[in-house]
Nanobody
Framework: QVQLVESGGGLVQPGGSLRLSCAAS????????MGWYRQAPEKQRELVAS???????NYADFVKGRFTISGEKGKNTVLLQMNNLKPDDTAVYYC?????????WGQGTQVTISS
């Protein structure tokens, strides 16, 4: 059974930073994509950033230059470093693991940007 455990959300002021972590456990394929999505109230869930098992990275335009995704392959963990956070970044952030035969979502972690 594959599980994802997320951590690192919280409340920060505009301009602040947070780092999210997503650890996958269980039977993980050697080929996968791990990504971070977010969903603000009354909005659709949207991709923030993703990284593949061979290191290809993709960012949404609204986070380029502010967020960095990285993977700790040996640990099946993906990190999302978020800098220069803005109130519009407030959302529940979800980790997603996509493998050839299945996809799984994490439980979500709240990120709130407010002064």
């Amino acid at each position: 059974q594959v599980q994802l455990v997320e951590s690192g959300g919280g409340l920060v002021q505009p301009g602040g930073s947070l780092r999210l972590s997503c650890a996958a456990s269980g039977s993980i394929s050697s080929i996968y994509t791990m990504g971070w999505y977010r969903q603000a109230p009354e909005k659709q869930r949207e991709l923030v950033a993703s990284i593949t098992s061979d290191g290809n990275i993709n960012y949404a335009d609204f986070v380029k230059g502010r967020f960095t995704i990285s993977g700790e392959k040996g640990k099946n963990t993906v990190l999302l470093q978020m800098n220069n956070l803005k109130p519009d970044d407030t959302a529940v952030y979800y980790c997603k693991l996509r493998m050839p035969r299945m996809s799984i979502w994490g439980q979500g972690t709240q990120v709130t940007i407010s002064s």
